[in-house]
């Protein structure tokens, strides 16, 4: 099929061998590219209740149909394994040019598989696939990634630091300056002693009407340009709307490990005024019109952000509202090779743990010091530090029952920036989604803070009406993982200029309900895999402290999301997905997607 490769390369590091499968026209179709490529090959290639830390396990790096294109917003790669930190479907994407540079080799997707015995680097260049002795293990991703870039040049260098290497379940991947950030994919790395991935491909793209395809590009950088988003970005990129609009507006900033939902020093993360001092220049991935990064530089820190993400985590979550203090953790977090989202709430529960004298250490919130010391600690498995690298539920069943109340996760993923308290729909949906809690999975927050879907009113102090919102919601950004797509790009590709561009690049017009079936297969397929794994109606759930403490402070304190109602919302959402009362998929549901053979 065109503007595909039509061939997928897996990888052997136990065998140092490599073999090239082809891909038919109705596999493509079927799966269409990215999260679909991924999850299906992670369910066919690994076997039930393998450990994420085994040989077995696979990764899984994917490409998509918008990839190579030039495509605003198209410079994105996904990745896939079972996950370390939750045990289920592990899941993540990065600005970078290894999808490109994986599709001028040749291939739609790469699996990797097997074990090294020595710490490695795996080359690919185009048909050559070489197994290299890795000289930089032990060294932080900084040192690495400039090492490799100047020995590889012009080529895609993705690769872990010590954190990775060390086993950390919430260790991250790095790909040319921009990271594959959540569920922990670089333990999985450190687990197969493959400490990067040299990619360098040379050949060309084949569209079915490029003037068409070229066409619709001019028209989406035009609108790209004109956007909202791309003055907001230039202005005050992701953490724009931090101070007046999430902390002061909405009262949803979550602060001092959830016990708060406003944070008293929060101008001191106001990127519209930070940026005017320390961010020197934007950046984005590959191909971008909008770049949401900003090239933070304060003396020795150097940095890609802080992000809304990291302002929160890293800022109003630990107590700390200094900019250059967030910076400097977001540096060791990225040279140590962490998520910045589970390593800021790890550390704000451990936080809260020594505030209530269940540990003995003393962590401070607001202690620039106590956090980096601790930074370092959980990054090389040192003391209390090898306790929190599994993250926040396992290091809350270590430290006892009663500190689940305190533990900020869903199946083991740290939540991220949003307080679901106030949002209370995307609280549904971090329960819901596949890989533990993401806002990416639905981005439902944005019907939650409009207050509407349409002509019909929302209140985002409630889960009624959601359900049916939410589901659309997660399969629309299931197509765009799967095509790959940026996020920030969901409200700039209408659905005819998706149906036109597809068909520019493969030939094939593309109907509404096919892509529906598409969207919706693949989601199921995410849960049928979850299932596989152990899945149960017991794993959707809500951190304690969601339901059962309110908010302090805001337009309606003590707003919190009641059980009951949280319940009766799931109930709701499992029969709309045509599920059965406990979350699962019946035959019929399975035969209707073209999944029996599954």
Known sequence: MKGYANQALYVDLSKKEFK??????????????????????????????????????????????????????????????????????????AGSGMGEELKKAGYDYLVIQGEAKTPTTLIIQDKKIKFVKSNEWGKDIYYTEKTLRKKYENSSVTSIGPAG??????????????????????????????????????????????????????????????????????????????????????????????????????????????????????????????PCGVDFRNGSTQVDGPEYETLYSLGSNLGIGNIGHVARLNLLADKYGMDT??????????AELSQRKIIKEKIKFGDIKAMENLTKKIAFRKGIGNILADGTKKAAEYFGKETKKYAIEVKGLELPAYDVRGIQGLGLGFATSTRGACHLRSAFYSRDFKGASGNEKLDR????????????????????????????????????????????????????????????????????????????????????RVTHEGQPTGPKPGAKISQKAFENALQEYYKLRGWTTKGLIGKKKIKGLGLSST
Not at 171 to 185: E, K, L, N, Q
């Open 165 to 290: 290497e060390n086993g950390v379940l919430f260790a991250h991947v790095r790909s040319d300056g921009r990271d594959f950030g959540r569920t922990g994919i670089g333990a999985v790395m450190g687990y197969k002693k493959l400490k990067a991935i040299i990619v360098k491909g040379n050949g060309k793209a084949e569209f079915h009407y490029e003037e068409l395809l070229n066409q619709a590009k001019t028209r989406i950088i035009k609108r790209a340009l004109e956007s909202e988003d791309k003055k907001e970005n230039a202005e005050g990129g992701t953490g724009g709307w931090i101070v007046d609009f999430i902390n002061n507006a909405m009262a949803t900033l979550p602060t001092n490990n959830w016990q708060k939902n406003q944070f008293s020093k929060v101008k001191g993360l106001d990127s519209y005024k930070w940026r005017e001092k320390y961010g020197k220049k934007l950046i984005g991935c590959p191909y971008c019109v909008i």
């Open 461 to 544: 102090f409630s889960m009624k009406k959601k359900p049916k919102y939410l589901i659309h919601d997660e399969n629309r950004l299931t197509l765009l993982d799967s095509l790959i797509l940026c996020k920030f790009y969901r409200n700039l590709y209408m659905w005819e200029d998706a149906q036109e561009i597809m068909y520019a690049i493969t030939g094939i017009r593309f109907e509404k309900e096919e892509v529906k079936l598409i969207e919706d297969r693949i989601w199921n397929m995410e849960k049928l895999y979850n299932i596989r794994e152990g899945w149960t109606i017991a794993d959707d759930y809500l951190p304690w």
């Open 341 to 350: 989202i589970s390593l800021g709430v790890v550390l704000s529960f451990a």
């Open 20 to 93: 090239i499968k082809k891909l038919s026209d109705e596999y493509i179709r079927k799966w269409l590219g990215g999260n679909g490529f991924g999850i299906e090959a992670l369910y066919k290639i690994t076997k039930k209740g393998i450990k994420p830390n085994s040989k077995s396990n696979a990764i899984i790096f994917t490409t998509g149909p918008l990839t190579n294109t030039g495509l605003p917003g198209s410079g994105k790669v996904g990745v896939y394994a079972k996950s370390p930190q939750t045990g289920f479907m592990g899941e993540s994407f």
